[in-house]
């Protein structure tokens, strides 16, 4: 079954100019990418993006991780990746949440380290299963910002403008 996920390469992978090889890594899976863009994570994205560990004492470390503030980039990247199996075939590739119990060989484990205040920078995301996967995507793109349509999707006027928003 084909199946979207959400990549972000995060500020700390930004700023170790390891995005060439993020992506060498990743076209390992022979999936394709269906979009791809350069963001800003807002504090509404990024608490939005994060809201499922909100209760956890490093939640206010990992949005201002998200949105650049301790790594002086307030950007990451962001794609989409579709195709067979794509979800565990990039959350193989991405290694485990912690660092430091990642295979040395996975992304994380490989450029991946925890601060001294105990803030994983593991330099990517992926989505963890299809129904975050359809929330993440639709938070980080708008559908024309897809090459294939991956979810239903509506069109709205706004002043004298069509646009195409999530359905
Ligand atoms: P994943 O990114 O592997 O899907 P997650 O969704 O549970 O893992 O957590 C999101 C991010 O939050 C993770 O990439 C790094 C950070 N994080 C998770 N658990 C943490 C912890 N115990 N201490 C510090 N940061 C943590
Ligand atoms: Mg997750």
């Not at 979207?4 to 090889?21: V, W």
């Not at 994380?108 to 601060?115: H, K, L, P, Q, S």
Request: glycine residues 6%; proline residues 4%; negative net charge.
């Amino acid at each position: 079954m084909d199946q979207a996920t959400l990549i972000l390469i995060k500020p700390d992978g930004l700023k170790k100019s390891l995005t060439g090889n993020i992506l060498t890594r990743l076209s390992e899976t022979k999936l394709e990418i269906v979009a791809a863009k350069v963001a800003r994570a807002s504090e509404e994205l990024a608490i939005e993006h994060y809201k499922h560990l909100k209760d956890k004492p490093f939640f206010e470390e990992l949005i201002h991780y998200i949105k650049g503030e301790l790594h002086d980039r307030r950007k990451v990247m962001a794609l989409i990746y579709w195709g067979e199996g794509a979800i565990i075939k990039c959350r193989e590739l991405a290694g485990a949440t912690n660092p430091e119990e990642a295979e040395p060989t996975s992304i994380r484990g490989a450029y991946g380290r925890i601060t001294t205040s105990g803030v994983y920078e593991n330099v990517i995301h992926v989505s963890a299963n299809d129904q975050d996967a359809e929330r993440e995507i639709q938070l980080w793109f708008q559908p024309d910002e897809i090459i294939v349509d991956l979810y239903p999707t509506k069109i709205i006027t706004e002043k004298t403008d069509k646009i195409r928003v999530w359905g």
